[in-house]
């Protein structure tokens, strides 16, 4: 048997100002902080659990989890990942806008819609520019995505970099993002698109996915 950790990011400084973030860079605020340790401390309990490698995202609210996660459970020497492809999903234009006046300005059930929707779309915003995007393929960085989108950039990355070193037996670490590790849950759990709306992913909670040799879930616990 073969563990996948899955962990959202400690409360960041939009998340305190209940804003809608995406690819806007924001740091944790020290509740944050805090969350990520005591998440590591979880992590620290879970039975016969020793990943070999770490993977998150280019954005610092996941990276200084992955950081202090990584210290709080001594795995400082493995090796990180930080690909775009675990980013969260880009919100366009709602960037920046807090989440309850954008329900006054475009109405609550287009918002419901945006948010929880899989394959709505929110208004376009300009592609980011930024130096830590610099190999990407310009064509392939979105200006908004659906939670479909940010699938099908998020399950590439699981399948090549992830499930391969799970299939060889080797426990994996994710530190990411609310929407970008919904679509990754849709996939794996195989949730209809009715039901991925209700999926919450709190913020430092570690969600614990125990697999068979051919990768079928075979248990799954979330810390709490």
Not at 76 to 95: A, F, S
Not at 157 to 186: F, P, T
Request: aromatic letters at 8%; glycine letters at 4%.
């Amino acid at each position: 048997m073969v563990k996948l950790v899955l962990l959202r990011h400690g409360e960041s400084l939009a998340n305190k100002s209940n804003v809608y973030t995406g690819w806007n860079d924001v740091a944790l605020t020290a509740k944050g902080r805090a969350q990520a340790e005591a998440a590591g401390n979880l992590i620290n309990l879970i039975p016969q659990y020793d990943p070999t490698h770490i993977h998150t995202s280019v954005l610092m609210r996941a990276i200084v989890t992955a950081n202090i996660v990584a210290d709080t459970c001594h795995f400082l020497y493995l090796p990180l990942t930080k690909t775009w492809r675990l980013n969260e999903r880009h919100y366009g234009n709602l960037r920046g806008i807090n989440k309850e006046e954008s329900k006054k300005i475009f109405g609550k059930e287009q918002v419901l819609e945006w948010r929880r929707g899989f394959y709505a779309i929110p208004p376009a915003g300009k592609k980011v520019s930024s130096r830590r995007y610099a190999s990407c393929d310009y064509h392939l960085l979105p200006r908004a995505e659906s939670l479909y989108q940010t699938q099908l950039r998020v399950w590439p990355y699981y399948q090549d970099h992830v499930a391969n070193r799970l299939k060889m037996g080797e426990d994996q670490l994710i530190v990411a993002h609310g929407s970008s590790l919904r679509a990754l849950i849709k996939k794996l759990e195989n949730i209809n698109d009715q039901d991925i709306i209700k999926l919450e992913v709190p913020n430092a909670e570690p969600i614990i996915y125990t697999f068979n040799p051919q990768l079928e879930i075979i248990d799954k616990k979330i810390l709490h």
